[in-house]
């Protein structure tokens, strides 16, 4: 089966939900995550296209120092990574061990109607985030992303998992949360 971000997130719900610290991105994926299982340690960001990398990682960085820091899963798009290549740099130079970026590759931009990406043409987002200076890179397809999402949250990161998906999505309804809420709830949750 070919799975879509949704069978995806579907599948890696039971390891990282309530398990980690999720930053998910705007649009569909947020929407999906929530749709699949809700909980006060997912931080929907509704609001700022390209930045749930940026965001995650930022959380990870505040909290590493922690004597058993929990782990941050930023999931973002193809998209949305195009949009803000500076940060692979970032997570390059100053990524904390506590911190995954699991890069949902569809090739289109889904929340607008599944234009296609470069990432469907020549563009390869793991070669640019070896390039940045990521070591741990994985390309994964299907269910083989469970198994690689869930030794990267038992080893030392920053990690990057570019999980290839088809494009498309389930017909989902808006999140029925306002940010401020959404924020509230997850400042506490982090706790
Ligand atoms: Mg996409």
């Known amino acids: 089966m070919t799975y879509r971000r949704y069978e995806l997130l579907k599948d ?24 699949i299982q809700d909980s006060p340690k997912n931080f929907y960001m509704l609001g700022s296209m390209g930045l749930s990398s940026s965001i995650g990682l930022g ?18 798009g193809d998209g949305s990574v195009l949009m803000n290549l500076g940060t692979l740099s970032t ?10 970026l699991l890069l949902v590759d569809n090739g289109a ?20 985030a070896r390039a940045a200076g990521i070591e741990s890179v994985h390309v994964t397809h299907n269910e083989g992303t469970k198994a690689v999402l869930e030794q990267c949250m038992q080893t030392d990161g920053p990690h990057v998992i570019v999980a290839k998906v088809a494009p498309g999505s389930p017909k989902l309804k808006p999140i029925p949360m306002d940010p401020g809420y959404i924020r509230d709830r997850f400042k506490l949750a982090i706790k």
Not at 91 to 100: A, F, L, S, V
């Open 12 to 35: 890696l719900a039971p390891i990282m939900v309530d398990k980690a610290l999720i930053v998910s991105n705007i649009g569909f994926p947020s929407q999906e995550v929530y749709d």
């Open 59 to 76: 959380l990870a960085q505040s909290l590493v120092n922690e004597d058993d820091p929990q782990t941050v899963i930023s999931i973002d």
């Open 91 to 100: 997570i390059g130079n100053y990524g904390p061990k506590n911190y995954i």
């Open 109 to 128: 931009y889904g929340s607008t109607g599944d234009q296609p990406t470069h990432t469907s043409g020549r563009t390869d987002l793991a070669g640019m």
